[in-house]
C-alpha cells in the first residue's frame, strides 16, 4: 500500500498540467481508496451546467446543508461523513446509495480551498476509516504543492516555459536557491541523491546553464520579471 501511494506522489510531481494530472493518476487514487465514484475538482474549471443542476449543485456543495463541506471549508483537513454526522443523519441529507460513504480532501493554494478531491462508496461497503484520512492527508498536501508550484510556473516567461521543466525539476531547483546540498534535496523529497544529480543534469541540459548559481538565476529572474 505505501509504495503504491509513493508511485501516486510521484505521478503527480511529474504532471504537466491538470489534465496531465488526471491521466496520470486519476485510476490509481480511486484504486488506492477503494472508492465506487471519485474525482479531482478545481473550482475554477468546474463546467457550466444547466440551472436546474447548478441549483443542486449549490445545495450540495452548501456550507449550510451539507456538514462534511463545512468541515472541509473550515479547517482545510480531510474528513468523511462519519466524523461529522451519525448514519442517520447522513442519510437524510443525502439519501443516494452511490454515497453512502464520503471522504473529500481540500486543496489549498495561498490559504484558500481552491479545489477538492472526494471520493464516495456504495451502501454495504466498509466506510472510511482513519487511515484512509491519513493517506488523503498526504494526498492532498502533495496536490496543493504540485498546484502552486504548476501555476507559478506558468508566469515564467515564455522563453523560459518553453524548456517543459517538470514540477519535481522546479522543486528540486527551489530546493538549491535555498542552499541545500543533493543528499539533503534527496532526503527533502524521499528520492535518491542520485535522482538529484540526473535531474539538475536534465534542468542545465534544458537551461543551457552549467552551474547551480547560473539555473537558479535563470529560473528566479525570469519569474521576477513576470510578477
Same mark, same amino acid.
Given at each position: 500500500?505505501?509504495?503504491?501511494?509513493?508511485?501516486?506522489?510521484?505521478?503527480?510531481?511529474?504532471?504537466?498540467?491538470?489534465?496531465?494530472?488526471?491521466?496520470?493518476?486519476?485510476?490509481?487514487?480511486?484504486?488506492?481508496?477503494?472508492?465506487?465514484?471519485?474525482?479531482?475538482?478545481?473550482?475554477?474549471?468546474?463546467?457550466?451546467?444547466?440551472?436546474?443542476?447548478?441549483?443542486?449543485?449549490?445545495?450540495?456543495?452548501?456550507?449550510? !446543508?451539507?456538514?462534511?463541506?463545512?468541515?472541509?471549508?473550515?479547517?482545510?483537513?480531510?474528513?468523511?461523513?462519519?466524523?461529522?454526522?451519525?448514519?442517520?443523519?447522513?442519510?437524510?441529507?443525502?439519501?443516494?446509495?452511490?454515497?453512502?460513504?464520503?471522504?473529500?480532501?481540500?486543496?489549498?493554494?495561498?490559504?484558500?480551498?481552491?479545489?477538492?478531491?472526494? &471520493?464516495?462508496?456504495?451502501?454495504?461497503?466498509?466506510?472510511?476509516?482513519?487511515?484512509?484520512?491519513?493517506?488523503? #492527508?498526504?494526498?492532498?498536501? !502533495?496536490?496543493?504543492?504540485?498546484?502552486?508550484?504548476?501555476?507559478?510556473?506558468?508566469?515564467?516567461?515564455?522563453?523560459?516555459?518553453?524548456?517543459?521543466?517538470?514540477?519535481?525539476?522546479?522543486?528540486?531547483?527551489?530546493?538549491?536557491?535555498?542552499?541545500?546540498?543533493?543528499?539533503?534535496?534527496?532526503?527533502?523529497?524521499?528520492?535518491?541523491?542520485? #535522482?538529484?544529480?540526473?535531474?539538475?543534469?536534465?534542468? &542545465?541540459?534544458?537551461?543551457?546553464?552549467?552551474?547551480?548559481?547560473?539555473?537558479?538565476?535563470?529560473?528566479?529572474?525570469?519569474?521576477?520579471?513576470?510578477?
Amino acid at each position: 500500500m505505501a509504495n503504491s501511494l509513493q508511485s501516486i506522489f510521484q505521478a503527480i510531481a511529474q504532471a504537466q498540467d491538470e489534465k496531465d494530472l488526471r491521466a496520470q493518476i486519476i485510476d490509481s487514487i480511486g484504486n488506492y481508496f477503494a472508492a465506487d465514484r471519485w474525482g479531482i475538482f478545481f473550482w475554477d474549471q468546474l463546467p457550466l451546467v444547466n440551472s436546474s443542476f447548478q441549483n443542486l449543485l449549490e445545495v450540495g456543495l452548501s456550507v449550510e !446543508h451539507n456538514p462534511v463541506v463545512r468541515y472541509l471549508v473550515e479547517h482545510h483537513a480531510p474528513v468523511h461523513e462519519a466524523l461529522v454526522l451519525t448514519p442517520k443523519a447522513w442519510n437524510l441529507i443525502c439519501p443516494r446509495p452511490d454515497h453512502w460513504h464520503v471522504m473529500a480532501g481540500p486543496i489549498v493554494s495561498n490559504g484558500c480551498l481552491v479545489g477538492v478531491v472526494g &471520493f464516495t462508496r456504495i451502501r454495504g461497503t466498509a466506510a472510511f476509516d482513519t487511515q484512509n484520512l491519513a493517506d488523503l #492527508s498526504g494526498l492532498c498536501l !502533495h496536490l496543493s504543492t504540485w498546484l502552486a508550484t504548476v501555476r507559478s510556473r506558468a508566469c515564467l516567461e515564455p522563453d523560459l516555459s518553453n524548456h517543459r521543466l517538470t514540477s519535481r525539476e522546479l522543486q528540486i531547483a527551489e530546493l538549491v536557491a535555498q542552499g541545500l546540498t543533493n543528499a539533503e534535496i534527496g532526503s527533502t523529497l524521499w528520492i535518491q541523491e542520485n #535522482s538529484v544529480k540526473q535531474a539538475l543534469k536534465r534542468i &542545465f541540459r534544458k537551461l543551457e546553464v552549467s552551474s547551480r548559481a547560473a539555473m537558479v538565476a535563470r529560473i528566479f529572474s525570469a519569474q521576477n520579471k513576470a510578477v
